[in-house]
Every structure is written in structure tokens, then in C-alpha cells.
């Protein structure tokens, strides 16, 4: 059975730093590129973040290059998102994704509220 489990979120204040988490399983994690998307109330998911399968490459959205790292270890079947200098507009549902070949794979969401 697979599984995308999202840990990390919560409120943090302007300026503040998250980690999140993804827990894989039930699927070769090594052979998947990963991605972080997020998805604002009224508005339609968006991707933030993604990695290849060995991760030798990522790229990120325009508005969070240089604040947001992804990052992910194949030993542990995890992937990683270090958030910094969070803003408000960063707040939404973040979700974890696997994509390889014809397969897709989506986390549950974990909810990120950067406010004062």
C-alpha cells in the first residue's frame, strides 16, 4: 500500500522557519522524483519544490528560490522541505508528491499558517 505521510507543519510567525516531512512507502522510493506542491484557500495547487530520484537536481518556484530547500534521503525514504524567512503568502496546505513513469502519488496535506 502506498503511502505519503506529511509531518512538520503548524503556525510560525513572519520571518520564521519550518521543516517538513515526508515519510514514503510501499513503492521504490529511490526510483521516484519527489515533489513539494501547496495549495492556498481559492487557489489552485501549485508546485514549490521538486527533486530528482538520486537528487542531483532540483528546482523551485520563483517565489521561494532562496528561502525553501528541498532535500531527500533514499536510506530513510524521506523527503525534506527547509522553509525560511516564511511569509504570509507562503501559508497553505502543503502535500508531498512521487511521480514516476505512469505513477503519481499524493501525501494528505499538512497545513502551514505563517502569521502574526
Known amino acids: 500500500q502506498v503511502q505519503l505521510v506529511e509531518s512538520g507543519g503548524g503556525l510560525v510567525q513572519p520571518g520564521g522557519s519550518l521543516r517538513l516531512s515526508c515519510a514514503a512507502s510501499g513503492f521504490t522510493f529511490s526510483y521516484y522524483a519527489m515533489s513539494w506542491y501547496r495549495q492556498a484557500p481559492g487557489k489552485e495547487r501549485e508546485l514549490v519544490a521538486a527533486v530528482t530520484s538520486a537528487g542531483g537536481s532540483t528546482n523551485y518556484a520563483d517565489s521561494v528560490k532562496g528561502r525553501f530547500t528541498i532535500s531527500r534521503d533514499n536510506a530513510k525514504n524521506t523527503v525534506y522541505l527547509q522553509m525560511n524567512s516564511l511569509k504570509p503568502e507562503d501559508t497553505a496546505v502543503y502535500y508531498c508528491?512521487?511521480?514516476?513513469?505512469?505513477?503519481?502519488?499524493w501525501g494528505q496535506g499538512t497545513q502551514v499558517t505563517v502569521s502574526s
Open positions: 508528491n512521487a511521480n514516476a513513469w505512469a505513477h503519481n502519488y
